[in-house]
């Protein structure tokens, strides 16, 4: 996505300004026309002119705004107005940028802006809780949608700890077996270095190899680390980027040993979602695409978003489902079901559940076979820089025994 500048009339006719991130500046420039503000400038950020904000304090995270929705629940439901409510919450939330957003829905509101305008007006609040709140604030029912919400971040962040879990592990141990490389190529290969030369015979290869990489890391070491920072900062831009994006959707669902886990985790993000959204009275067709775009997986977000156009065009949700082949069987016939019976926000939240539980099942089993194996190359790699000291003194040995 691009980041977009921009300068607005509301229509209050205050004027504001800003920034926000779209796929390009026709979707920008529609997302600002959304709520009836006249746009006055809009044009791309690049890195010079970006906005750079300094934040005391960590991005919310889903338990934040669990806890969040389930105090605001709690206040609600024993009577406490609206404004109390909103600065008790401001009081009492530790995250400090969620704390500084908190007071200033509180202000806005009590100049006459409706809850969900002055929460989206702060850009962190998700879209998926604004969205609900405003649900709730047109059916009467605002703490009915706030406690869907409460649930939907408890268990949205119990997903993404596992499929973090599975992703941390491996990337730790390799850090661990860079670690050792590093150990043995600067400290230990060296100490061997000197004995190699007065040995005065020829080296076998694989020892010339790892004395030559042990030379270059103990001089070149600056260029080393530059070109490590060089790759990882364009690893970040490339992963952010959209072809990026696809490549990495893409590579998600390919893998053998994490393409069950991606598919699984979406699953129940999807069905989760879209229960809580068809609870709070949204229609299908908003459901569909507000989910679509929490999907982190690029591919499958495009895929819901494919099913919302067959959906306007008057398509049961079940038969674009199936056709894009990328969810489970269990998906579309549950959904299928729910079409049939008139209780497809039950049957999603059942699906929810099992999907929930596959992660569960998925990331453990991921972790067994993931152990062994790095466990096998740690040790394999260990063992060619062992076999690289050894082999010079195993051919001087063969060689005294031959005489």
């Not at 669990?66 to 629940?73: D, P």
């Amino acid at each position: 996505m691009a980041s977009f500048a921009y300068e607005i009339v509301d229509q209050t006719g205050k004027i504001k300004k800003g920034s926000l991130e779209a796929d390009d500046r026709d979707k920008a420039l529609a997302m600002l026309k959304a709520d009836g503000s006249i746009v006055t400038s809009l044009g791309e950020q690049d890195a010079l002119s970006k906005d750079i904000k300094f934040e005391i304090g960590g991005k919310p995270k889903a338990r934040d705004f669990s806890i969040f929705c389930r105090q605001f629940v709690s206040m609600t439901k024993a009577g406490v107005s609206l404004l109390e409510s909103l600065e008790m919450l401001g009081e009492q939330t530790e995250n400090k940028r969620l704390q500084r957003a908190v007071k200033a829905v509180k202000i806005s509101v009590e100049k006459g802006e409706s809850l969900t305008a002055s929460m989206r007006e702060q850009k962190l609040f998700p879209g998926l809780l604004c969205s609900m709140v405003e649900a709730g604030e047109a059916s009467g029912s605002l703490d009915t949608a706030l406690d869907r919400m409460a649930v939907h971040f408890e268990k949205d962040a119990k997903i993404k700890s596992l499929v973090k879990k599975a992703a941390i592990y491996p990337a730790m141990v390799c850090l661990v077996a860079i670690g050792v490389i590093i150990i043995m190529l600067t400290v230990v290969i060296p100490n061997f270095t000197s004995m190699f030369a007065d040995l005065e015979t020829e080296l076998p290869a694989i020892t010339v190899a790892v004395v030559n990489a042990s030379d270059f890391l103990k001089s070149k070491w600056y260029l080393v680390i530059a070109v490590t920072i060089v790759v990882v900062l364009l690893f970040k831009w490339f992963k952010k980027s959209t072809p990026g994006e696809y490549f990495f959707s893409k590579l998600g669902l390919k893998i053998p040993m994490f393409a069950s886990l991606t598919v699984k985790s979406s699953s129940a993000r999807f069905a989760r979602t879209a229960s809580t959204l068809l609870g709070a009275g949204m229609s299908l067709v908003d459901t569909v695409e507000i989910t679509a775009n929490i999907i982190d997986n690029r591919i499958i977000s495009d895929a819901l978003r494919n099913c919302r156009e067959e959906i306007i065009q008057g398509v049961p949700l079940s038969v674009p489902l199936k056709q894009c082949g990328l969810f489970p069987p269990m998906v579309h016939h549950m959904v299928k079901i729910g079409e049939e019976t008139g209780d497809i926000e039950g049957l999603l939240d059942k699906l929810a559940d099992y999907y929930e539980e596959e992660v569960e099942m998925a990331t453990q089993s991921l972790m067994a076979a993931l152990e062994p194996l790095i466990i096998v190359v740690l040790a394999a790699v260990v063992l060619v820089l062992i076999g690289a000291c050894m082999a010079p003194m195993l051919s001087m040995y063969t060689g005294l025994d031959n005489l």
